[in-house]
């Protein structure tokens, strides 16, 4: 019965979002979907370098797009 949350300054492994990927998540794709989110946020799908250009080309084609960056810079470094 451990089920404590961690500590905030242990980040979780970056793993890539792609379905099934256990890699190691280099980008960060930031995206925005008008329909179901205000204008200045932002979901974040990670994605290791494998996956970086599919997941970018279904955020892009619907227009849901609008940075991707390195994950590292996610952590604040
Ligand atoms: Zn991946």
């Not at 970018?56 to 991707?68: A, D, I, V, Y």
């Amino acid at each position: 019965m451990s089920d404590e949350p961690a500590p905030p300054d242990l980040l979780p492994d970056l793993v890539c979002s792609a379905r099934s990927c256990r890699h190691h998540a280099v980008w960060a794709l930031r995206w925005n979907n008008p329909k179901l989110h205000t204008p200045d946020r932002r979901k974040t799908w990670l994605a290791c370098e494998e996956h970086r250009e599919s997941l970018s080309q279904f955020l892009s084609m619907r227009g849901f797009l609008k940075e991707t960056v390195q994950a590292s810079d996610l952590a604040g470094h």
